[in-house]
């Protein structure tokens, strides 16, 4: 089940149109899903009080998304003096931005902290002196290593760079303490695409534990834990969504235990990128080849500048070819640049692509435009918005060659030494 069947229907009919107007290749992302998506998950954790999505900006970094995702109430959270800064290009200020930068410099601390600032999350003790003013709030990123969470379904974040180890933990709450923090929270991410939602409970069950060890030591109340992003979605037709109903029961559940011992209990963030996006938005590219060696290789007008995850991770995302449906031929669909992964489909079963075909790579709305790069001179396309009320519009123009030379010296200066 990749894209939902209503995003299909109204992609069958509107998607001539767009393509004749605005040109090939281009991400379109469709807002009534993105909205959908977002009261769906207000709805089941409508019972948290306090409950906040803060939307990982990274996965679709464009205003026009952000602002949907403000008037949905959510947060935003960054990770980058951009994402800051388009964050509060859309008005975001405070407690609405959630900073959880890791290897942090010391200017991005101060645009962390500019602008009415945000939540700080810091991702080692040794920041802790780094940050130039300490906010009243402040918030760690825990790294549990290898400790059992209970069962086995938390892997071993030994090797991960983020976070703060254990045995820090209650050391960085109470240096932060002496510098002037009053205000407390916790976060963790442990997951990445994740479609059993059990992680997540596992994940809240552990903070709660980690919440009450540290307020019990240091006497000091926690206003929120944060259990990160990672909620999966199904790429495959195969697999089935997360179920985030029983995710907000057995999630609540781990909370009503907590309230019955300390009589309150820290209010609930989440940070999804994915999540929220992943399935709301297509890379329509045409078909301008067709090339029969060893194998049939479709090439494309889009390339991995456009879409990087199945070059780099193997990544499946399913693909329909517009007004075709019955599948005729196994094919590779690839991209131009000169790197043999860059190919959106090994060995797919699909109709017969002559040139001149439309085809749409589904679920390119969370990691998909953010990630392009510009190997081989390639730029990346557009981005078009399908608005919740039919119309659609350009939220991103493509890059030029001009963009791809903007950087570069063509009178180089020449330092003697
Ligand atoms: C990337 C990231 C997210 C979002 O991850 P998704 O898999 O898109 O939900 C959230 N939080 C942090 C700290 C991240 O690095």
């Known amino acids: 089940m990749p894209i939902s069947k209503d ?35 207000k709805e089941a954790f409508s019972g948290f009080e306090g409950f906040r999505e803060y939307f990982a900006v990274k996965a679709l970094p464009n205003p026009e998304i952000m602002h949907i995702m ?28 959630m900073f959880t930068s890791n290897n942090t410099s010391r200017v991005e601390f101060e645009a962390a902290e500019a602008e009415g600032g945000s939540i700080l999350n810091l991702d080692d003790i040794s920041l802790i002196d780094k940050v130039p003013r300490m906010p009243e709030l402040i918030c760690f990123r825990y790294n549990p ?23 820090q933990l209650l050391d960085a709450y109470r240096r932060a303490q002496a510098r002037g923090a009053r205000r407390f929270g916790l976060h963790t991410m442990l997951a990445s695409n994740e479609l059993d939602y059990s992680y997540m409970v596992e994940t809240t069950r552990m903070l709660l534990e980690v919440v009450e060890w540290l307020s019990e030591s240091l006497d000091i109340t926690f ?21 985030i109903h029983a995710m907000a029961q057995e999630i609540g559940a781990e909370f009503d235990r907590f309230r019955s ?11 999804s990128g994915r999540f929220m996006t992943g399935p709301h938005g297509v890379l329509v590219t045409r078909a301008i ?17 456009a879409l990087m995850r199945p070059g780099m991770y193997g990544a499946y995302h399913h693909i329909d070819v517009l007004g075709k449906e019955a599948v005729q031929e196994t094919v590779d669909v690839v991209g131009s640049l000169c790197e043999n992964n860059d ?12 040139a001149e075909d439309i085809l749409y790579i589904h679920d390119t709305g969370a990691h998909g435009h953010a990630m392009g790069f510009n190997y081989n001179g390639k730029v990346r396309p557009k981005e078009l918005l399908l608005r919740s009320d039919g119309t659609v519009g350009l939220i991103r123009r493509e890059e030029t060659l001009d963009d791809y030379f903007a950087t570069l010296e063509f009178e180089p200066d020449r330092m003697v030494l």
């Open 7 to 41: 995003f299909e229907r109204r992609l069958s009919t509107s998607l001539r149109p767009i393509v004749d107007h605005y040109g090939t290749p281009f991400h379109l992302y469709d807002e009534k899903g993105v909205r959908e998506t977002g009261a769906a998950l």
């Open 343 to 354: 190919k959106f489909a090994i060995q797919r079963a699909l109709p017969k692509i002559e």
């Open 145 to 167: 290593g290898g400790r059992r969470t209970g069962n086995d379904i938390i892997g071993n974040p030994i090797e991960a760079k983020y976070g703060v180890s254990h045995n």
């Open 70 to 97: 403000r008037s949905m109430g959510f947060g935003l959270d960054c990770s980058s003096i951009a994402e800051l800064q388009l964050s509060r290009k859309v008005g975001a200020r405070g407690e609405e931005i």
């Open 289 to 305: 080849n067709r090339k029969v060696i060893y194998r049939t290789y479709v090439g494309m007008d889009a390339c991995m500048s």
């Open 261 to 271: 011992r300390y009589g309150y209990a820290p209010r609930l963030y989440m940070e």
């Open 223 to 243: 206003e929120f834990i944060n259990i990160g992003g990672g909620l999966g979605i199904p790429y495959r037709p195969d697999q089935t969504p997360l179920d």
